[in-house]
């Protein structure tokens, strides 16, 4: 199929997905798996919130967590522009398609846009964070997985290729899109960036919206085995739910765990570069796709955090996945001798 591409100058620039908020439901047990296993650095808490950010980051937060009574979801997408100017342009942008955009005040943040997509999605844009001290070099004060950065998000959507067009609009590029057999035309799932790899922003058809996961780069697969470690060591063990293995796409190496309300984080080893002319989307299929894992679990195929304030739509388009019990169930056991 001919792919469609970003915009290739929207009149705005839009560098990289930056952060992400979350409701909780014990902001105590969340802010400690957080630090336990991911390895963020709490930056600031008050009045039932805590800000988060990785060892090498610093901005002020890439994690956002607020206590609730109410049932736990995810609040916004966080993603980051150069300049006040990008976003009055983003403002224009956004109001000749009908959608509502407004500026708003929020703590430990420059200038903000506040928007929600076509399917509900709430997303802002921001200019600024107070700084902080990159804590990459101090090894001492590391804990788990010892996260360097917010990496991306995965999101699910009942077509992801027409979820999809609003972002290619903003200059998003695609980096990879895969099929499940290789004859087939419809895109199944969508890799989008801004920075330098192939991910800021995945879409997956399923039913939608609804976050898939966010992630966090470490250093190596090291770090990959200390979260893991840490995770047995200190009662989160449950808490995995996929991995460690390699992603055919990006070839990096991967964990998933879900924190205390559900919430899926994945923690990964740097992806491979993207960004020059010549990076056209990559097309996947099953028979192309090389890397080491079993298949998904049930839990990871079909189970999510829905946004606050965005109805889900779209079931039934996630039929006839192959899980991982699926496949364990086929096997014939073999007796022993």
């Not at 607020?66 to 976003?87: M, W």
């Not at 027409?162 to 799932?189: C, R």
């Not at 965005?310 to 014939?332: F, Q």
Request: a negative charge.
């Amino acid at each position: 199929m001919s792919f469609p591409y970003g915009h290739p100058d929207p009149g705005f620039t839009i560098t990289r997905a930056s952060h992400i908020a979350f409701d909780v439901g014990d902001l105590a047990r969340s802010v400690a798996f957080y630090e336990e296993v991911v390895g963020l650095v709490v930056t600031h808490r008050e009045n039932g919130t805590a800000w988060l950010r990785g060892v090498e980051e610093s901005a002020h937060h890439s994690l956002t967590l607020t206590q609730t009574s109410n049932e736990p979801s995810c609040l916004l997408l966080g993603f980051r522009v150069p300049a006040e100017g990008d976003l009055a342009r983003l403002t224009a942008h956004f109001r000749e398609r009908g959608l509502s955009a407004n500026l708003v005040d929020v703590p430990f943040q420059g200038p903000t846009l506040r928007v929600r997509d076509p399917l509900g999605i709430p997303l802002e844009f921001v200019v600024s964070m107070p700084a902080q001290q990159r804590l990459h070099d101090q090894v001492q004060v590391q804990k788990g997985a010892a996260a360097l950065r917010y990496d991306h998000v995965q999101l699910l959507a009942p077509d992801a290729l027409a979820a999809s067009q609003f972002y290619l609009d903003m200059g998003f590029k695609v980096s990879d899109y895969f099929v499940n057999e290789e004859h087939d035309e419809t895109p199944l799932g969508i890799f989008m960036y801004r920075k330098n790899n192939p991910h800021d922003l995945v879409f997956l058809t399923r039913p939608g919206p609804v976050l898939h996961h966010f992630a966090y780069v470490v250093q190596d697969g090291g770090q990959l085995f200390r979260a893991l470690d840490t995770a047995g060591n200190t009662g989160w063990a449950s808490a995995l739910e996929r991995g460690p293995a390699r992603h055919g796409e990006g070839h990096a190496l991967y964990v998933y765990f879900r924190d205390p309300d559900g919430h899926r984080v994945e923690i990964l080893t740097p992806p491979i570069q993207m960004g020059d002319s010549e990076d056209e989307p990559m097309r996947w299929h099953r028979g192309n796709r090389h890397s080491w894992e079993y298949p998904a679990p049930k839990s990871w195929l079909y189970e999510g955090t829905r946004f606050e304030g965005a109805p889900i739509t779209g079931h039934g388009t996630a039929s006839g996945l192959r899980s991982l019990e699926d496949v364990l169930a086929a096997r014939p056991l073999k007796e022993l001798k």
